[in-house]
């Protein structure tokens, strides 16, 4: 069983930043994070593959968040600068065996979740 740990979200004002962690207890293909706001759909946020090499992001965060991996710590981290209000949501790391998409059917393991609130 594949488990994903989160940590670094809180409580920042807007234009600050924020760095997340997920630590895997094993290595995996594809490394993605994506978050749900209250009363909305959980959407894709960014991703990488299992070398950190390849990247996607969501148009909303791109320029802004930063996806990376140090597979020497089997850690994905997602550095969000210039943070808005509407970046306020539960962050969550996934997990896939197969590769790095925008899908979250696509990904077998997920974290707990980490609370971002950007308060203007």
């Known amino acids: 069983q594949v488990q994903l740990v989160e940590s670094g979200g809180g409580l920042v004002q807007a234009g600050g930043s924020l760095r997340l962690s997920c630590v895997a207890s094993?290595?995996?293909?594809?490394m993605g994070w994506f978050r749900q706001a209250p009363g909305k759909e959980r959407e894709f946020v960014a991703a990488?593959?299992?070398?950190?090499?390849?990247?996607a992001y969501a148009d909303s965060v791109k320029g802004r968040f930063t996806i990376s991996k140090d597979n020497a710590k089997n850690t994905v981290y997602l550095q969000m600068n210039s943070l808005k209000p509407e970046d306020t949501a539960v962050y969550y790391c996934?997990?896939?065996?197969?590769?790095?998409?925008?899908?979250?059917?696509?990904?077998?393991?997920w974290g707990q979740g980490t609370q971002v609130t950007v308060s203007s």
């Open positions: 990488c593959n299992w070398s950190g090499g390849n990247t």
């Open positions: 094993i290595r995996t293909f594809g």
């Open positions: 996934a997990a896939s065996r197969l590769g790095y998409t925008s899908i979250s059917s696509t990904y077998n393991y």
